[in-house]
């Protein structure tokens, strides 16, 4: 017996994305930003299906998100933010707040969300996340929610 496999393509041609974005930490979500953007150019998008969403901080992501994932309008959602832990448990708190909202909303409407609210220690490893050491965390959510896009529509589509 022959397993089938199905798995989406990083091809966002036709595709609407919308990618929100935390003005907080603006040094460190800035460059997630560009590289998102850079990201979804190289895979096809085209410049007019991006909308980018500014927000004040990470907190506020989830319900952007669920906004633009119940009006219909987007194939995928990208998510950008950067929380640096604290002295005290404030980050502990956003944090799990926003990784839950963002989980329920792709759960609730089936519209998926590349993650790209960085977790970090501190400002040192956030950097690395946003586009030196360890790559760009943007682009990376940016190629996964396409690609979840693309997966999603294949298995709605029997294909």
């Not at 319900?63 to 309008?73: D, H, K, M, T």
Request: aromatic letters at 4%.
């Amino acid at each position: 017996m022959s397993a089938q496999e199905k798995e989406g393509s990083i091809s966002a041609q036709g595709m609407r994305i919308a990618v929100v974005v935390s003005r907080w930490n603006e040094l460190i979500t800035r460059p997630l930003l560009q590289g998102a953007h850079d990201a979804l150019r190289r895979c096809g998008a085209d410049e007019s299906a991006i909308e980018v969403i500014h927000v004040p901080g990470s907190y506020e992501i989830p319900i952007a998100v669920q906004a633009l994932a119940r009006s219909g309008r987007f194939q995928a959602i990208v998510a950008l933010g950067c929380i640096i832990r604290g002295a005290t448990s404030h980050y502990d708190l956003i944090a799990s707040a926003v990784t839950s909202g963002i989980s329920r909303v792709m759960l609730d409407t089936g519209i998926p969300v590349g993650f790209g609210v960085l977790t970090t220690e501190n400002i040192e490893q956030a950097m690395e996340r946003a586009g030196s050491k360890a790559g760009n965390k943007g682009a990376e959510a940016a190629l996964t929610a396409v690609e979840m896009a693309s997966l999603l529509a294949g298995l709605k589509d029997g294909g």
